[in-house]
């Protein structure tokens, strides 16, 4: 009988605990964000931090889009539990980043990730200086972790 409580008990647990996505599982739209902007003369990027909490390698999406919603970037990229990835869409002198090389464009961005475990930054930065330099862009987050306000 005690044996029967154990298992009931292992079973219950395991569907209550939350089921861990991972790079191949479908993706979810975790955040929009407007104000997105490079002017490709290297003064003016954009940066995308995300970091990973949700134990295992996740996959993240980032589709850019200009004003008049023609998509100028669209790609994946694994992050590592507990890894910060750094997307700017030009080379960002003070950043150790992924260049993705967008030329010019103002608009908006997506980011979709296998997991609602990710948390991202969006901000505009004066590219070519190593002091930091730039402006805040508001995030809507879509899909919140449950117990959290952004």
Request: net charge negative; with cysteine; glycine share 6%.
């Amino acid at each position: 009988m005690n044996s029967v409580r154990c298992m009931l008990a292992v079973a219950a647990l395991a569907f209550a605990m939350p089921a861990q996505a991972a790079v191949g599982d479908p993706e979810i739209i975790i955040y929009r964000v407007a104000g997105m902007v490079d002017d490709a003369a290297g003064g003016t990027a954009s940066s995308i931090h995300c970091t990973n909490f949700s134990g295992v390698t996740e996959t993240l999406r980032v589709v850019l889009r200009s004003q008049n919603s023609t998509i100028v970037f669209n790609n994946t990229f694994p992050v590592n539990h507990l890894n910060t990835i750094i997307l700017s869409t030009h080379d960002v002198t003070i950043y150790s980043d992924t260049n993705l090389a967008t030329n010019s464009f103002q608009g908006t961005a997506a980011i979709a990730a296998t997991s609602i475990n990710m948390t991202c930054t969006a901000m505009q930065v004066q590219s070519n200086i190593t002091i930091p330099t730039g402006i805040a862009l508001h995030m809507t987050r879509f899909n919140p972790i449950a117990g959290t306000q952004e």
